[in-house]
């Protein structure tokens, strides 16, 4: 895999958006934050689990306990009301930046 | 953000913590849980896809660090964790956590508590309107040589007239009041007559009714009162019905206008009550029983209305040369009702609790030192650790304030006891002693002042240490670093200085005490034994008693039934009494002597008394007789002179059989012949030298109102009720006040210098403790440090009487260094006191010597403690020793 250290902030656009369909356990967003960034981004258990607990204090994920795909007991984490429009919000902000990048360096 | 998830994260963090953390690690293991069997799912054996989880995990506890990190309340957390920290290891030196919390506690209490009365009586806002622009006007002169004098009349409508200073003058007067009629049985208050603009030059409203009108003053104006809110209470009942009411006051009736609150307490603090002054056109210069108020005109400074009144001064004595080296002070009005002596005495005795509060802060410092170089050790090795630096100063900083918080506590404690100690006990009889409250600010400033000082003496030093060679302070275990040699010499010096601030303070007291031990063994002339004599002041109520046909009878009357009161030995009336209560004073003329022209004698007491007096109060007779009943109205005109007078005015003649007259204004031609000569007695306060006297007999010189002295065959205390009773049966006007022992006067008169004594006997004794607990923590550290040191000076023979010797010379070494300065120190501050002290010079020689000695031996008792445990030391531990 290559160096690939997340960004400042990035981390959680992505939590919050491997949350936007459905409420996953710590493993499952991890796997699915790998699945959407095509493996680019493999996020290990010191960043995920002290950035789910953050945002959850944030009010933008609640959690739960309850039983994973093999039957096992695990956390669940689920996007709040608040977490939809902060997802919305660092998307824009991600848009923005993210043009602003391309643009910058695609002049000669 | 969602600032009501945060609310409850934090609470859910803080509160219920063990949950949080057992949910963490139900979460966390969960997840290596399922880590594992995704990898058993991809055919690894169960104990190799548990280790391959766990290294993916990446540490259980540091997963859970990095969460904990980000939680809210993080820094709380850490806060509360350093507290438990620093509690814990207050509770292991508990020695020192004792010596801390005490220093700080007496330091910030004694200060506090002392800032607080001074604050309270010296500065705190009077209840009126404005006070700070408010003066008093009073007059010395010669003959009248009087601090805070009065005028006459005359004196003040020339003032009013070439006044440009002050606005609003008005005159007053004190005066007792027999207030009788509506209300219940007459009683004898406190009042003053005043002159219609006295309240609102004075700027108070009162509180039911009215004040005074312009023009109240005037001939032909009714009379009319205005009450205290202590006396309508107390005898009406706190109706408002009583305005417009008519009572009798000293016999005459008046009308009630008004009730003043009861926060204004002027001119004296037990005024009850005020009449109008009607100033009448003056034919003649007296009497001077006045003193003029006035409020300052925008932007006059004190000074300025002072020089302004001088140059009227001037005025007076051109118009009037009998008046010589006339001044007329002007003072605030706090200082009007402080009196002289209180101001100076609060002054010292606050400038004697900084002396305490700069001791208890040395004090601190040097525990502080003592406590850094013994963590040397700890700070390098938790450094060296991996604690962040900025984690040390956070935990070391909960600590000082945790000590200086713990040692505010008690302060406050110990400030608030003291207060109400004072308050209730009012053992100087001080003024404005009800405005004292615990005040804010000066507890504030000492619990900063005493926190700065653990922080700058803790943290300072405990950081130097940490910065320094790590390698080598662990080597050393802190026990002969270079930071910790100079902190050495740091602490020494502290406790020199300690040493000289407790002199200072000791050499203070030490001079206060002595002038109380003689002013408890000055006399007031009379050798009556004092708890057998009791006092009290009699207004007969009735005027037609104003005349001495109908007076006269009455006293007779008063005597005879106070002698019918079984345990009464002798009775008698007098109109001034020893110590303190002084009657009358006048001029006087001796017959055949030659003044220079215009110059009278000065004015000295006169005394007025009845036959048994000088008996009753056993004041002895030198020369001549005692007036006896045949002293009469008819007779012949005798007096009686004491011993100061004879000595001053007929120096080398003989007294008995010359004549001497009253000589001031309105007194007729009536020469007296002196036909005794009595000791000297005080009637101006116990600390006046000489107060020369005459005495006339009642009956010659009639006044209504007059003191009964009685003389008991026991304690006279008891007697009070039954002579009250006695006495108001004869006339139901008359009113009985000031009823005491002479005991009790005696005590009252030195109620301020005996305040004054304790209160700096108590610093000085705070101060002492609190350098005997430095010198003593200084000593039994330099002894620790040098266990090895004695050990082997033991090894190699060394008797106990030599390491006794040389811990004690080292303790020696400092106290006198610290004498030696302690006596420069009191040298130099001690005249302060000058005014407060009493047949004993600011540079006592004894004083000084006695101070010093007791100082010694407290220091070498200190130091002894810490030196016989030298003497224990074991060799073979000492040489084992670290």
Avoid at chain 1, 10 to 16: N, Q
Avoid at chain 2, 204 to 227: C, I, Q, S, W, Y
Avoid at chain 2, 281 to 305: D, E, I, M, N, S
Avoid at chain 2, 646 to 668: C, D, T
Wanted: aromatic share 8%; with cysteine.
């Amino acid at each position: 895999m290559p160096n690939t250290n997340l960004l400042q902030g990035t981390l959680d656009l992505l939590i919050l958006k491997a949350l936007a369909l459905t409420g996953l356990h710590g493993l499952g967003i991890s796997r699915r934050i790998a699945q959407i960034t095509n493996g680019t981004f493999q996020v290990k258990p010191g960043s995920l689990f002290p950035a789910l607990h953050r945002m959850e204090e944030a009010g933008w994920l609640s959690s739960s306990w309850g039983d994973s795909e093999n039957n096992r007991r695990a956390r669940f984490y689920r996007l709040t009301a608040a977490g939809r429009r902060q997802l919305q919000t660092e998307t824009r902000q991600w848009e923005t930046i993210a043009l602003a990048m391309a643009s910058a360096l695609e002049a000669s | 953000m969602p600032l009501s998830s945060r609310i409850a994260s934090l609470r859910r963090n803080l509160f219920t913590q063990p949950r949080v953390e057992r949910e963490l690690d139900d979460e966390l293991r969960a997840y290596l849980d399922q880590l594992a069997a995704e990898k058993r799912a991809t055919g690894m054996d169960s104990a190799e896809a548990m280790r391959a989880a766990r290294i993916e995990l990446g540490g259980l506890e540091q997963v859970k660090e990095e969460v904990r990190q980000v939680r809210t309340g993080r820094m709380l957390e850490e806060f509360l964790r350093d507290l438990r920290y620093g509690v814990r290891a207050l509770r292991k030196n508990g020695a020192f956590t004792a010596a801390a919390v005490l220093a700080l506690a007496l330091g910030i209490g004694a200060n506090t508590a002392m800032f607080s009365v001074a604050y309270g009586i010296l500065f705190r806002p009077l209840p009126y309107a404005d006070a700070g622009r408010v003066a008093v006007v009073t007059m010395r002169f010669f003959p009248r040589d009087f601090a805070f004098g009065t005028l006459c009349i005359r004196d003040y409508l020339l003032w009013k007239q070439n006044n440009r200073a002050f606005e609003a003058p008005s005159l007053f007067t004190n005066r007792r009041m027999d207030i009788g009629g509506a209300g219940g049985v007459p009683e004898q208050v406190q009042g003053a007559s005043v002159t219609a603009g006295f309240f609102s030059t004075l700027g108070v409203r009162p509180l039911v009714g009215r004040a005074f009108r312009a023009g109240e003053d005037k001939p032909a104006t009714g009379a009319l009162a205005v009450l205290s809110e202590s006396l309508w209470r107390r005898r009406f009942g706190a109706s408002a019905a009583v305005v417009g009411q008519s009572i009798l006051v000293n016999g005459a009736p008046s009308t009630v206008i008004g009730v003043m609150p009861g926060a204004f307490r002027f001119p004296r603090r037990d005024t009850e009550a005020w009449t109008n002054l009607v100033l009448n056109p003056p034919t003649r210069y007296g009497p001077w029983f006045y003193r003029g108020v006035a409020r300052l005109k925008p932007g006059v400074t004190l000074a300025q209305a002072q020089a302004e009144t001088n140059r009227i001064g001037l005025l007076m004595m051109r118009q009037n040369p009998y008046y010589k080296r006339l001044t007329l002070p002007v003072l605030s009005l706090r200082d009007a009702l402080l009196g002289p002596a209180l101001k100076p005495a609060i002054l010292v005795l606050a400038g004697a609790v900084g002396l305490v509060l700069l001791i208890a802060v040395v004090n601190v410092a040097n525990l502080m030192l003592a406590r850094a170089t013994a963590r040397e050790r700890e700070m390098a090795l938790r450094l060296s650790l991996g604690a962040g630096r900025p984690r040390l100063v956070r935990q070391l900083l909960t600590e000082s304030v945790l000590l200086a918080v713990m040692g505010g506590a008690a302060g406050l404690v110990l400030a608030w006891g003291a207060i109400a100690l004072v308050r209730a006990w009012n053992p100087g009889n001080l003024p404005f002693i009800d405005s004292v409250r615990l005040d804010g600010g000066a507890l504030v400033f000492m619990l900063l002042v005493s926190t700065l000082t653990g922080i700058l003496f803790g943290l300072v030093p405990a950081l130097e240490s940490a910065r320094a060679d790590l390698n080598a302070t662990l080597k050393e275990g802190g026990r002969g670093s270079a930071a910790s040699q100079a902190r050495g010499r740091t602490r020494a010096v502290l406790v020199v200085s300690e040493i000289a601030i407790s002199l200072t303070l000791l050499v203070g007291a030490g001079l206060l005490l002595r002038s109380f031990a003689n002013l408890e063994r000055v006399t007031g002339g009379f050798f009556a034994p004092p708890q057998r004599i009791l006092t009290l002041l009699i207004s007969p109520g009735n005027r037609k008693y104003n005349e001495d046909r109908a007076g006269l009878p009455f006293y007779d009357e008063v005597l005879r039934r106070a002698r019918n009161v079984p345990g009464v030995e002798m009775a008698a009336v007098t109109d001034a009494l020893p110590p303190d209560r002084q009657g009358d004073a006048d001029t006087f003329a001796i017959e055949g002597q030659n003044l220079a022209p215009g110059e009278p004698n000065p004015i000295i007491s006169d005394v007025t008394v009845g036959p048994d007096f000088f008996r009753a109060l056993g004041i002895p007779l030198l020369k001549g007789r005692y007036f006896t009943e045949h002293d009469s109205r008819d007779s012949a005109p005798v007096a009686i002179v004491s011993e100061g007078f004879a000595r001053r005015f007929m120096p080398n003649r003989e007294a008995l059989g010359k004549r001497i007259k009253q000589s001031g204004p309105g007194y007729g031609d009536k020469w007296m012949e002196i036909v005794g000569v009595v000791g000297n007695v005080k009637y101006l306060g116990l600390t006046v030298d000489t107060d020369p006297a005459y005495y006339l007999p009642f009956a010659q010189s009639y006044g209504p109102m007059m003191f009964l002295a009685i003389r008991t065959s026991a304690d006279a205390a008891g007697l009070s009720a039954t002579l009250r009773r006695e006495i108001q049966s004869i006339d139901p006007g008359v009113t009985l006040a000031q009823t005491g022992t002479m005991e009790q006067a005696l005590t009252l008169s030195v109620s301020e210098p005996r305040f004054d004594t304790m209160l700096l006997g108590l610093f000085a004794a705070i101060a002492l403790l609190l350098a005997a607990v430095g010198i003593y923590g200084l000593i039994a550290g330099w002894v620790a440090q040098r266990t090895h040191e004695i050990g082997v000076r033991m090894a190699l023979g060394a008797a106990r009487a030599d390491v006794v010797r040389m811990v004690i010379g080292q303790g020696a070494q400092l106290a006198a260094i610290g004498i030696v300065l302690g006596l420069g120190g009191a040298f130099a501050l001690t005249r302060l006191l000058k005014t407060m002290l009493f047949g004993i010079g600011v540079t006592d020689a004894a004083t000084f010597l006695a101070a010093a000695s007791g100082l010694l031996l407290v220091v070498l008792v200190a130091t002894l403690i810490p030196a016989l445990r030298a003497t224990r030391v074991s060799p073979v531990v000492a040489l084992r020793y670290e």
